[in-house]
């Protein structure tokens, strides 16, 4: 089954959303830029080999553009996506992994990505996507989701260097700097677009710790790129601890899927 485009499938992306608002801003710069992608992290390509890459920006007319690439090329032959991207304002780069073969979507695993101009090098004609540039992106496209279209509260309007500063801060909690999927940012998402932002916002969400027993499977991965993998117990039945939250999150083994919430958790084998 291929999954391209998928944001389509389960209704209309957050890109269309961000490109009516930044629509009247093309017509300016043009320069292209080649796309340069991170490595997907050990475990994840342990667990799942290689990968695909969907990748979503706005171009220099502010429409809506994706490209899905084969993560091969560019590890192998160092292939970059040459790009025509927004460039009167800050505007978003998000690349979101997935494996065809072993039916992982691009919604599952969390994005990489960057903001221009803050990740271009203008000499090289090069933007670097980051796994910390996906949080960043992602909360791009979920302000351009809420904020009023004559807000200045805008995500072109946002400061970024200061937000990724805020990331590397003291003042949020040491989990979060380690793993800043931990925060819930669609709900600082949404309160930044009704009142600004408040790195005080930037909280773990609350988990508590959970066991499963699944007849298979012994190293397992999870959606985010900074979290480490997790190791199975036992022989006839594995046994897994985990931290989970009132939402659904998604642990990956060679032998299937483990889709766990605080209250229950379901095991999915691969066939």
């Known amino acids: 089954m291929k999954y391209f485009s998928l944001h389509f499938i389960y209704g209309p992306s957050a890109f269309f959303c961000l490109s009516a608002l930044l629509a009247a801003c093309g017509g300016g710069y043009d320069m292209p830029y080649?796309?340069?992608?991170?490595?997907?992290?050990?475990?994840?390509?342990?667990?799942?080999?290689?990968?695909?890459w969907h990748i979503e920006w706005i171009d220099s007319n502010g429409a809506r553009e994706s490209r899905d690439i084969d993560g091969r090329e560019t590890a192998e032959t160092g292939y970059r996506?040459?790009?025509?991207?927004?460039?009167?304002?800050?505007?978003?780069?998000?690349?979101?992994p997935y494996w065809n073969e072993k039916d992982i979507a691009p919604d599952v695993m969390r994005p990489a990505g960057a903001i221009f101009p803050s990740d271009a090098d203008i000499s090289s004609g090069t933007i670097s996507l980051s796994w910390?540039?996906?949080v960043e992106a992602f909360l791009y496209v979920e302000l351009a989701k809420r904020a009023d279209r004559g807000s200045t509260r805008q995500p072109q309007y946002f400061d970024w260097r200061r937000f990724r500063e805020s990331l590397e801060s003291a003042a949020i909690p040491e989990d979060v700097r380690s793993d800043p999927w931990l925060a819930d940012w669609k709900t600082i998402a949404e309160k930044t677009a009704s009142s600004g932002f408040d790195r005080r916002r930037i909280v773990t969400i609350k988990r508590r710790e959970i066991v499963a027993l699944v007849p298979t499977g012994e190293l397992?991965?999870?959606?985010?790129?900074?979290?480490?993998?997790?190791?199975?117990?036992?022989?006839?039945?594995?046994?897994?601890?985990?931290?989970?939250?009132?939402?659904?999150?998604?642990?990956?083994?060679?032998?299937?899927?483990?889709?766990?919430?605080?209250?229950?958790w379901i095991w999915m084998p691969r066939h």
């Open 81 to 96: 996506l040459e790009i025509h991207i927004l460039q009167e304002w800050a505007s978003p780069i998000i690349a979101y």
């Open 132 to 134: 910390t540039g996906g």
């Open 220 to 264: 397992w991965i999870g959606t985010s790129p900074f979290a480490p993998p997790v190791v199975a117990t036992g022989e006839t039945e594995k046994t897994l601890v985990l931290l989970a939250s009132d939402s659904i999150d998604t642990y990956i083994s060679k032998e299937g899927v483990l889709r766990v919430s605080s209250n229950a």
């Open 34 to 52: 080649r796309v340069a992608l991170p490595a997907i992290p050990d475990a994840w390509s342990v667990v799942l080999g290689d990968n695909h």
